[in-house]
C-alpha cells in the first residue's frame, strides 16, 4: 500500500519523464517542421523552382477553399512557381507587418491597405510596383486606381468595398418616412423619426473606438466627401478648418446632440455596428457592401435597401463614396520580384480579379473585368450603378501615418461630442496636429 | 505539510552510485573551485537563457530609446535624453500614467480582498469536501481561457444592450442600459471589473493554499481563550498570510502593469483615453505612429517602475528568510 | 434548549456560507457560461434581444466545424507540443535554478534573484520587435523552438520562485546526510530532494501549463504560417476584419479550455498542498 506520498512521487515522475519526451521529440521536430513551412528568409528557389509567400488577410473572409483554388490555377499556369498563403488575422495584420518590415521578412506578395502604403513605403520595405511594371510592359490602363507616393505606385486596388448608406426600409416605413433620405436635412428627419419609435431603436450607427478610427474616414470625413468636399487643399496639404469640413463634423455633432445615434458610440467597433443594423435596433449605417452577404445570412427577414450617402442640401454635383481596399504590393526585400509581379498580374488579370470581386462581394480593381451580378443580391446592382454615378474618395488612402491622423481626428471629435470643446477648437486642434505629421 | 522520508543515511548505502565524489583526491577539479561551482552550474540554464532572450532584448530596446529614427528609417542617430523628455512631457503619458496607477492599484488591492474572500469560503470546514471542490472548480474558471476571448467576452456582456445591462435592470439595480465601456466615468471601472475576473483565480489558490498551512493549533488556543470569529481571523489568520500577501501584491502590481490586450481590444484606451494605460500608449507610438524611440522610451520608464517593485519584493523576501 | 439553538445557528451559519459560495459561483461562473451558450448560437442570434441561454437556433454546428477541419485541429497539436515541452523544460530549469537558491549561499545570489524577478516587469509589447529581430537572427522564427525558448523565459520567473519556496520547506537534513556520505549535489537533488517534491512539481507543472497554452502576443508574433499556430491564435484568425465568427470562436476557445481544466480537476488537491508548502515560507 504506498503512501500518498510515494504515489504523488511517482505520478510525478511518470508526468516528468512523459513531458521530457514530448519535448525532445518537439525540439527534435522543431528543426524540421520549422524550415518546411516558411523560414526566416522570405522564400526559398531550388532549380528554376520559386517559392513566393502571400501574406493577406484576405483568406478568412471568403468562402471557404476558394481563395486557395485561384490560388492553385495560378500554380498550375505557372509550373515553375509554388505560392505559400500566410493568413493573418486582420485586427493584428498591420502590427505584424511593421514588425516583419522591421527584420526584413515581409512576404513577397503583400496585402496592404491604404492608410500604411505611405509609412510602409517611406520605410523602404516595399517596392516601387512602377519600375516593376514598366519592365514587364504591364498595361496599367486597365488598373482602376493605384496609390502612388511621389509619382511611384507602391499598391495597387485589388477589390474596392464601398461604404453605401444602408437602410432598414421596414422601420423607416414604421416611422413615417416615405423616401431614402438624399439630403442631410432629410436624413435628419428620418433619424429623428425612428428613435422616436421608442423600444432601443435608434436612427444612426456611429463607431468611433479609438483602437481601430477607421470611423473617420467611412464615417464622418463621408459626409463631406459625398457633398464634394474636401479635407486636404489642392497640393495634398491639410486643410481640416475648411467650411466644408466643418459643416459635417457639425453634422455629426447635430445628431449626437439630438440623441439620434446609438448608445455606446465611444468604444463601437465596426462590427458592433452592422450587428445592430442586422438586429433591426439600428435603421440607417454607412457599411461596407461586402456585409450585405452577412447581413441576409444573419437575418434573411430584413428589408434594406443601399443608397448614396446623403449629401448638403442643395448639392448636386458628383458624390464621393468611401472605400476600402484589399491592396497589394511587393516586398522590397524580396529576390523574386519578377515572379511576385507575375503572382500582382495575375491577380489583377480581368478574369480572376472579376471572380475574386464576386467572391469577395466587391468591386473589381481593373477596370474591364466586370463582376458577377447575376446570381448575387440585387443589391449589388444598385451599389454598382451608385458607384459609376460618383467617385471613389477617401482621401486618407496613402497619406502618411493615416492611422495616427484618423486617430487624432478621432479623439478631438470625441471631446466636442462630449461637449468639452467648440467645434472650431477641435478642427484648430486637429490642423496643428496634422501639420506636424506631415 | 509534513515530510517524513525514509532514513536518509539509507540512500547512499543502498545506491553506491550516490557516493562518487565531484572533488577531492580523484575528482576532476581543484577542491576550492569546485566547492563553488554547483549553485553556478545549477543556476547556468537559467542565467543563459534569460541573457539571451531577455537582456539581449532589453539592451535593444533600450538602445532605440536613445536614438532616433530607428528601425523604420535606415538612417538612426544618436538623440541623448531627448526622447525621455518628450515622453514624459506628453500629456498622453501623463494621463496614461495616473490611469495605470489607478487600474493596478484597484486591481490588485480587489484582488486580494476577492481572493480572500473566496479561500476563506473554501476552506470552511462547515460543508464536505466534494461540495469545496465543486465550488472551486467553478472558481477557477476565469483562468482557464485566454486574454483575447475573455476581452472580447465582456464587450458583448456589457454591451448596452447586453446580458449585465439586462440583468442590472430587471433586478432594478439601474433604472436603464448603462454604456459601461463607452461611457468616459464608467470605462476604467468597468475595465478594472473584467481585469478582476480574469485575475482573481491565482490569488484565491494562493491564499487558499496559506491558509490550509495555518497550524490549526493556533486558532484551537485562541477559541479557548475565547476569542470570537472575527478575532481568530484578524489576529491569527491575517499575520499568518501576510508574507503571502506582500508577495502576491508586489507581483500582481508588476503583472498587472503589463497587461495590454484585455484593454486593447475592449476600448483601445478610449473613450476620450480615459482607459489609456501605459501598455496602450507604447503601443500606438511603435504600431501607429511608427515612433520607436519614444515607445521604447516609454517601455524603458515602465521597466525602471516596475523594477523599484521587484527590488522591493527581493527586499522583502530576504528579510523573511 | 441552547442545544437547538446553537443547532439553529449552525445551520444558519451554513445556509449563508452556501448563498455566499452561490453568488461568488454566479461571478465567477456566468460569463463562462455565457460563453459556453453563445458556442451553441447562430450567429446572427448572438445579439438578440432579449438576451436568451438557449436560442432557437441552437446547435453543435460550431464544434463540428471546429473539430473537422485539419488545420483547427493543428492549432491543438501545436499548442499541446508549445505547452509540454515548456512545462517539462521549465520545470527542469527551475529545480536547477531552486536548489542552487534554497541550499547554497554564493556571491551573485543576490543580483540574479533581482534579475529574475526584476525581468517580469518588463512589458512584453515593448519587446516585440527586438525579439522578433533576435528569433529570426537566430534562425528559429515560425518553429517550436523560437516558442518555446520565448515561453520559458516568461514562465521560468515565477517557476524558480515558487520551487525555491518549495525546497525551503524540505528540511536540509536530508540532502546534508547524503552529501556527507559523499553524494554529489546533482544526485542529491535528483535522487532525494526531487522524488518527495510532488507537490512542489504538480504545482510549477499546472500553473506553467497555463500560462503557456493561453499565450497569445509571441505566439502571434513569432509564428508566421499556419501549420505552426496555436489555439489562442487560431481564435483570434475568427476575428475577421469585418464580422466575429461568434460561435466558432466560443466553440474554440471552450474546447481549448478543456486540457487545462482536466489537469486541474486530477492535480488539484497537489496543486493546492504544493503552493501550500511555498506558500508559508515564500
Given at each position: 500500500?504506498?503512501?500518498?506520498?510515494?504515489?504523488?512521487?511517482?505520478?510525478?515522475?511518470?508526468?516528468?519523464?512523459?513531458?521530457?519526451?514530448?519535448?525532445?521529440?518537439?525540439?527534435?521536430?522543431?528543426?524540421?517542421?520549422?524550415?518546411?513551412?516558411?523560414?526566416?528568409?522570405?522564400?526559398?528557389?531550388?532549380?528554376?523552382?520559386?517559392?513566393?509567400?502571400?501574406?493577406?488577410?484576405?483568406?478568412?473572409?471568403?468562402?471557404?477553399?476558394?481563395?486557395?483554388?485561384?490560388?492553385?490555377?495560378?500554380?498550375?499556369?505557372?509550373?515553375?512557381?509554388?505560392?505559400?498563403?500566410?493568413?493573418?488575422?486582420?485586427?493584428?495584420?498591420?502590427?505584424?507587418?511593421?514588425?516583419?518590415?522591421?527584420?526584413?521578412?515581409?512576404?513577397?506578395?503583400?496585402?496592404?491597405?491604404?492608410?500604411?502604403?505611405?509609412?510602409?513605403?517611406?520605410?523602404?520595405?516595399?517596392?516601387?510596383?512602377?519600375?516593376?511594371?514598366?519592365?514587364?510592359?504591364?498595361?496599367?490602363?486597365?488598373?482602376?486606381?493605384?496609390?502612388?507616393?511621389?509619382?511611384?505606385?507602391?499598391?495597387?486596388?485589388?477589390?474596392?468595398?464601398?461604404?453605401?448608406?444602408?437602410?432598414?426600409?421596414?422601420?423607416?416605413?414604421?416611422?413615417?418616412?416615405?423616401?431614402?433620405?438624399?439630403?442631410?436635412?432629410?436624413?435628419?428627419?428620418?433619424?429623428?423619426?425612428?428613435?422616436?419609435?421608442?423600444?432601443?431603436?435608434?436612427?444612426?450607427?456611429?463607431?468611433?473606438?479609438?483602437?481601430?478610427?477607421?470611423?473617420?474616414?467611412?464615417?464622418?470625413?463621408?459626409?463631406?466627401?459625398?457633398?464634394?468636399?474636401?479635407?486636404?487643399?489642392?497640393?495634398?496639404?491639410?486643410?481640416?478648418?475648411?467650411?466644408?469640413?466643418?459643416?459635417?463634423?457639425?453634422?455629426?455633432?447635430?445628431?449626437?446632440?439630438?440623441k439620434v445615434i446609438s448608445p455606446g458610440t465611444l468604444t463601437m467597433k465596426e462590427q458592433d455596428k452592422v450587428e445592430q443594423f442586422t438586429t433591426g435596433q439600428v435603421g440607417m449605417v454607412i457599411d461596407t457592401l461586402a456585409h450585405v452577404t452577412l447581413v441576409r445570412k444573419n437575418n434573411p427577414n430584413l428589408n434594406f435597401t443601399v443608397a448614396p450617402i446623403p449629401a448638403q442640401d442643395g448639392y448636386t454635383g458628383k458624390r464621393g463614396i468611401p472605400y476600402a481596399s484589399w491592396g497589394v504590393?511587393?516586398?522590397?526585400?524580396?529576390?523574386?520580384?519578377?515572379?511576385?509581379?507575375?503572382?500582382?498580374?495575375?491577380?489583377?488579370?480581368?478574369?480572376?480579379?472579376?471572380?475574386?470581386?464576386?467572391?469577395?462581394?466587391?468591386?473589381?480593381?481593373?477596370?474591364?473585368?466586370?463582376?458577377?451580378?447575376?446570381?448575387?443580391?440585387?443589391?449589388?446592382?444598385?451599389?454598382?450603378?451608385?458607384?459609376?454615378?460618383?467617385?471613389?474618395?477617401?482621401?486618407?488612402?496613402?497619406?502618411?501615418?493615416?492611422?495616427?491622423?484618423?486617430?487624432?481626428?478621432?479623439?478631438?471629435?470625441?471631446?466636442t461630442l462630449t461637449g468639452s470643446q467648440s467645434v472650431d477648437q477641435m478642427l484648430t486642434n486637429t490642423q496643428t496636429a496634422w501639420k506636424a505629421i506631415f | 505539510m509534513k515530510v517524513t522520508p525514509n532514513d536518509p543515511g539509507s540512500a547512499a548505502q543502498l545506491n553506491p552510485t550516490l557516493t562518487r565524489p565531484i572533488s577531492g583526491s580523484r575528482g576532476i577539479l581543484p577542491p576550492r573551485i569546485a566547492r563553488k561551482l554547483p549553485p553556478y552550474a545549477f543556476i547556468a540554464p537559467t542565467v543563459?537563457?534569460?541573457?539571451?532572450?531577455?537582456?539581449?532584448?532589453?539592451?535593444?530596446?533600450?538602445?532605440?530609446?536613445?536614438?532616433?529614427?530607428?528601425?523604420?528609417?535606415?538612417?538612426?542617430?544618436?538623440?541623448?535624453?531627448?526622447?525621455?523628455?518628450?515622453?514624459?512631457?506628453?500629456?498622453?503619458?501623463?494621463?496614461?500614467?495616473?490611469?495605470?496607477?489607478?487600474?493596478?492599484?484597484?486591481?490588485?488591492?480587489?484582488?486580494?480582498?476577492?481572493?480572500?474572500?473566496?479561500?476563506?469560503?473554501?476552506?470552511?470546514?462547515?460543508?464536505?469536501?466534494?461540495?469545496?471542490?465543486?465550488?472551486?472548480?467553478?472558481?477557477?474558471?476565469?483562468?482557464?481561457?485566454?486574454?483575447?476571448?475573455?476581452?472580447?467576452?465582456?464587450?458583448?456582456?456589457?454591451?448596452?444592450?447586453?446580458?449585465?445591462?439586462?440583468?442590472?435592470?430587471?433586478?432594478?439595480?439601474?433604472?436603464?442600459?448603462?454604456?459601461?465601456?463607452?461611457?468616459?466615468?464608467?470605462?476604467?471601472?468597468?475595465?478594472?471589473?473584467?481585469?478582476?475576473?480574469?485575475?482573481?483565480?491565482?490569488?484565491?489558490?494562493?491564499?487558499?493554499?496559506?491558509?490550509?498551512?495555518?497550524?490549526?493549533?493556533?486558532?484551537?488556543?485562541?477559541?479557548?481563550?475565547?476569542?470570537?470569529?472575527?478575532?481568530?481571523?484578524?489576529?491569527?489568520?491575517?499575520?499568518?498570510?501576510?508574507?503571502?500577501?506582500?508577495?502576491?501584491?508586489?507581483?500582481?502590481?508588476?503583472?498587472?502593469?503589463?497587461?495590454?490586450?484585455?484593454?486593447?481590444?475592449?476600448?483601445?484606451?478610449?473613450?476620450?483615453?480615459?482607459?489609456?494605460?501605459?501598455?496602450?500608449?507604447?503601443?500606438?507610438?511603435?504600431?501607429?505612429?511608427?515612433?520607436?524611440?519614444?515607445?521604447?522610451?516609454?517601455?524603458?520608464?515602465?521597466?525602471?517602475?516596475?523594477?523599484?517593485?521587484?527590488?522591493?519584493?527581493?527586499?522583502?523576501?530576504?528579510?523573511?528568510? | 434548549?441552547?442545544?437547538?439553538?446553537?443547532?439553529?445557528?449552525?445551520?444558519?451559519?451554513?445556509?449563508?456560507?452556501?448563498?455566499?459560495?452561490?453568488?461568488?459561483?454566479?461571478?465567477?461562473?456566468?460569463?463562462?457560461?455565457?460563453?459556453?451558450?453563445?458556442?451553441?448560437?447562430?450567429?446572427?442570434?448572438?445579439?438578440?434581444?432579449?438576451?436568451?441561454?438557449?436560442?432557437?437556433?441552437?446547435?453543435?454546428?460550431?464544434?463540428?466545424?471546429?473539430?473537422?477541419?485539419?488545420?483547427?485541429?493543428?492549432?491543438?497539436?501545436?499548442?499541446?507540443?508549445?505547452?509540454?515541452?515548456?512545462?517539462?523544460?521549465?520545470?527542469?530549469?527551475?529545480?536547477?535554478?531552486?536548489?542552487?537558491?534554497?541550499?547554497?549561499?554564493?556571491?551573485?545570489?543576490?543580483?540574479?534573484?533581482?534579475?529574475?524577478?526584476?525581468?517580469?516587469?518588463?512589458?512584453?509589447?515593448?519587446?516585440?520587435?527586438?525579439?522578433?529581430?533576435?528569433?529570426?537572427?537566430?534562425?528559429?522564427?515560425?518553429?517550436?523552438?523560437?516558442?518555446?525558448?520565448?515561453?520559458?523565459?516568461?514562465?521560468?520567473?515565477?517557476?524558480?520562485?515558487?520551487?525555491?519556496?518549495?525546497?525551503?520547506?524540505?528540511?536540509?537534513?536530508?540532502?546534508?546526510?547524503?552529501?556527507?556520505?559523499?553524494?554529489?549535489?546533482?544526485?542529491?537533488?535528483?535522487?532525494?530532494?526531487?522524488?518527495?517534491?510532488?507537490?512542489?512539481?504538480?504545482?510549477?507543472?499546472?500553473?506553467?501549463?497555463?500560462?503557456?497554452?493561453?499565450?497569445?502576443?509571441?505566439?502571434?508574433?513569432?509564428?508566421?504560417?499556419?501549420?505552426?499556430?496555436?489555439?489562442?491564435?487560431?481564435?483570434?484568425?475568427?476575428?475577421?476584419?469585418?464580422?466575429?465568427?461568434?460561435?466558432?470562436?466560443?466553440?474554440?476557445?471552450?474546447?481549448?479550455?478543456?486540457?487545462?481544466?482536466?489537469?486541474?480537476?486530477?492535480?488539484?488537491?497537489?496543486?493546492?498542498?504544493?503552493?501550500?508548502?511555498?506558500?508559508?515560507?515564500?
Amino acid at each position: 500500500m504506498m503512501s500518498k506520498d510515494a504515489r504523488t512521487m511517482r505520478g510525478a515522475r511518470r508526468l516528468l519523464s512523459a513531458t521530457a519526451t514530448v519535448a525532445a521529440v518537439a525540439l527534435a521536430a522543431a528543426g524540421c517542421t520549422g524550415t518546411s513551412g516558411g523560414s526566416s528568409s522570405a522564400s526559398g528557389s531550388a532549380g528554376g523552382q520559386v517559392t513566393l509567400q502571400l501574406g493577406q488577410w484576405w483568406e478568412a473572409e471568403l468562402p471557404a477553399g476558394s481563395f486557395a483554388g485561384l490560388i492553385s490555377q495560378f500554380e498550375a499556369q505557372n509550373p515553375n512557381i509554388k505560392v505559400t498563403l500566410l493568413t493573418s488575422p486582420f485586427a493584428t495584420f498591420s502590427q505584424q507587418m511593421v514588425t516583419n518590415a522591421a527584420a526584413g521578412t515581409l512576404p513577397d506578395v503583400v496585402g496592404l491597405s491604404g492608410a500604411w502604403v505611405s509609412d510602409f513605403a517611406k520605410q523602404g520595405a516595399i517596392a516601387d510596383l512602377s519600375s516593376l511594371m514598366a519592365a514587364d510592359k504591364y498595361d496599367t490602363s486597365q488598373l482602376a486606381s493605384q496609390v502612388q507616393i511621389s509619382g511611384k505606385t507602391y499598391m495597387i486596388p485589388v477589390v474596392n468595398f464601398v461604404y453605401p448608406l444602408f437602410v432598414n426600409k421596414d422601420l423607416l416605413t414604421k416611422a413615417g418616412v416615405s423616401t431614402v433620405p438624399t439630403t442631410r436635412t432629410e436624413f435628419t428627419a428620418a433619424a429623428t423619426a425612428i428613435s422616436k419609435l421608442g423600444g432601443n431603436v435608434e436612427g444612426w450607427g456611429l463607431p468611433l473606438d479609438t483602437a481601430v478610427p477607421n470611423a473617420i474616414a467611412n464615417d464622418v470625413m463621408s459626409w463631406v466627401w459625398a457633398s464634394g468636399g474636401s479635407m486636404l487643399t489642392s497640393s495634398g496639404e491639410p486643410d481640416v478648418t475648411n467650411a466644408q469640413v466643418k459643416s459635417g463634423v457639425e453634422f455629426v455633432k447635430s445628431l449626437y446632440d439630438a440623441k439620434v445615434i446609438s448608445p455606446g458610440t465611444l468604444t463601437m467597433k465596426e462590427q458592433d455596428k452592422v450587428e445592430q443594423f442586422t438586429t433591426g435596433q439600428v435603421g440607417m449605417v454607412i457599411d461596407t457592401l461586402a456585409h450585405v452577404t452577412l447581413v441576409r445570412k444573419n437575418n434573411p427577414n430584413l428589408n434594406f435597401t443601399v443608397a448614396p450617402i446623403p449629401a448638403q442640401d442643395g448639392y448636386t454635383g458628383k458624390r464621393g463614396i468611401p472605400y476600402a481596399s484589399w491592396g497589394v504590393g511587393i516586398s522590397n526585400k524580396s529576390p523574386h520580384k519578377a515572379e511576385a509581379l507575375k503572382l500582382v498580374e495575375y491577380l489583377m488579370s480581368a478574369n480572376v480579379n472579376a471572380q475574386l470581386s464576386t467572391l469577395a462581394k466587391g468591386f473589381p480593381g481593373n477596370k474591364t473585368a466586370v463582376p458577377d451580378f447575376s446570381k448575387s443580391d440585387p443589391l449589388f446592382k444598385t451599389a454598382f450603378d451608385i458607384y459609376q454615378s460618383g467617385y471613389p474618395a477617401n482621401e486618407f488612402v496613402g497619406l502618411p501615418k493615416a492611422e495616427q491622423l484618423e486617430r487624432t481626428f478621432e479623439e478631438q471629435l470625441q471631446q466636442t461630442l462630449t461637449g468639452s470643446q467648440s467645434v472650431d477648437q477641435m478642427l484648430t486642434n486637429t490642423q496643428t496636429a496634422w501639420k506636424a505629421i506631415f | 505539510m509534513k515530510v517524513t522520508p525514509n532514513d536518509p543515511g539509507s540512500a547512499a548505502q543502498l545506491n553506491p552510485t550516490l557516493t562518487r565524489p565531484i572533488s577531492g583526491s580523484r575528482g576532476i577539479l581543484p577542491p576550492r573551485i569546485a566547492r563553488k561551482l554547483p549553485p553556478y552550474a545549477f543556476i547556468a540554464p537559467t542565467v543563459i537563457l534569460i541573457v539571451v532572450l531577455m537582456i539581449v532584448p532589453i539592451l535593444m530596446v533600450i538602445t532605440y530609446s536613445v536614438m532616433d529614427n530607428v528601425v523604420v528609417q535606415p538612417s538612426s542617430q544618436f538623440a541623448g535624453l531627448h526622447n525621455y523628455v518628450q515622453v514624459l512631457t506628453d500629456p498622453d503619458f501623463q494621463a496614461a500614467l495616473r490611469n495605470t496607477l489607478v487600474f493596478i492599484v484597484a486591481s490588485t488591492a480587489i484582488h486580494l480582498v476577492i481572493g480572500l474572500t473566496f479561500a476563506i469560503l473554501l476552506n470552511t470546514p462547515m460543508l464536505g469536501a466534494a461540495t469545496k471542490a465543486f465550488f472551486r472548480v467553478i472558481y477557477i474558471l476565469p483562468w482557464l481561457f485566454t486574454v483575447a476571448v475573455i476581452a472580447v467576452l465582456w464587450r458583448l456582456l456589457l454591451s448596452p444592450y447586453g446580458v449585465a445591462n439586462y440583468l442590472l435592470t430587471s433586478l432594478g439595480l439601474v433604472r436603464s442600459g448603462v454604456d459601461w465601456l463607452a461611457s468616459p466615468t464608467t470605462a476604467l471601472g468597468a475595465v478594472v471589473v473584467i481585469n478582476i475576473w480574469a485575475g482573481y483565480p491565482f490569488f484565491m489558490i494562493s491564499l487558499l493554499a496559506g491558509l490550509q498551512a495555518v497550524p490549526s493549533e493556533l486558532y484551537e488556543a485562541a477559541k479557548v481563550d475565547g476569542a470570537s470569529a472575527l478575532q481568530r481571523f484578524w489576529n491569527i489568520t491575517l499575520p499568518q498570510l501576510r508574507p503571502i500577501i506582500v508577495s502576491m501584491a508586489v507581483l500582481d502590481l508588476i503583472w498587472t502593469s503589463q497587461q495590454f490586450a484585455l484593454i486593447w481590444m475592449t476600448t483601445g484606451g478610449g473613450p476620450l483615453n480615459v482607459t489609456e494605460v501605459l501598455s496602450t500608449f507604447t503601443y500606438k507610438q511603435a504600431f501607429s505612429n511608427y515612433e520607436f524611440s519614444t515607445a521604447s522610451a516609454s517601455a524603458v520608464i515602465v521597466l525602471f517602475l516596475s523594477m523599484i517593485l521587484g527590488y522591493f519584493y527581493v527586499r522583502q523576501q530576504r528579510a523573511q528568510d | 434548549m441552547p442545544n437547538m439553538r446553537k443547532q439553529q445557528k449552525r445551520l444558519l451559519a451554513k445556509g449563508g456560507l452556501l448563498l455566499a459560495l452561490t453568488a461568488g459561483a454566479a461571478f465567477a461562473g456566468l460569463p463562462a457560461l455565457w460563453m459556453l451558450s453563445t458556442s451553441f448560437k447562430a450567429n446572427g442570434e448572438v445579439f438578440q434581444l432579449p438576451p436568451r441561454l438557449i436560442t432557437p437556433g441552437f446547435s453543435f454546428d460550431a464544434y463540428t466545424q471546429i473539430l473537422t477541419d485539419p488545420t483547427k485541429l493543428r492549432y491543438f497539436l501545436n499548442s499541446y507540443i508549445v505547452a509540454l515541452s515548456v512545462t517539462a523544460l521549465t520545470l527542469g530549469a527551475a529545480i536547477l535554478a531552486a536548489y542552487a537558491f534554497s541550499r547554497y549561499e554564493f556571491r551573485l545570489k543576490s543580483t540574479v534573484n533581482i534579475v529574475i524577478v526584476g525581468v517580469q516587469a518588463v512589458p512584453p509589447i515593448a519587446l516585440v520587435i527586438p525579439y522578433f529581430g533576435l528569433m529570426v537572427g537566430l534562425g528559429v522564427y515560425n518553429t517550436y523552438a523560437g516558442l518555446i525558448l520565448t515561453h520559458m523565459v516568461f514562465t521560468l520567473p515565477y517557476a524558480i520562485i515558487m520551487m525555491t519556496a518549495y525546497f525551503n520547506t524540505l528540511p536540509r537534513e536530508l540532502d546534508e546526510a547524503a552529501k556527507v556520505d559523499g553524494a554529489n549535489p546533482w544526485t542529491a537533488l535528483w535522487r532525494i530532494i526531487v522524488p518527495i517534491s510532488g507537490p512542489g512539481i504538480v504545482a510549477v507543472g499546472l500553473y506553467t501549463f497555463m500560462i503557456s497554452w493561453n499565450e497569445y502576443l509571441f505566439a502571434l508574433t513569432l509564428m508566421q504560417t499556419n501549420e505552426m499556430r496555436t489555439v489562442p491564435i487560431g481564435i483570434l484568425l475568427m476575428m475577421g476584419e469585418h464580422a466575429y465568427q461568434w460561435n466558432q470562436m466560443m466553440a474554440m476557445s471552450i474546447l481549448g479550455s478543456i486540457p487545462v481544466l482536466v489537469l486541474f480537476l486530477i492535480f488539484q488537491r497537489h496543486f493546492i498542498s504544493g503552493l501550500a508548502s511555498g506558500a508559508v515560507k515564500s
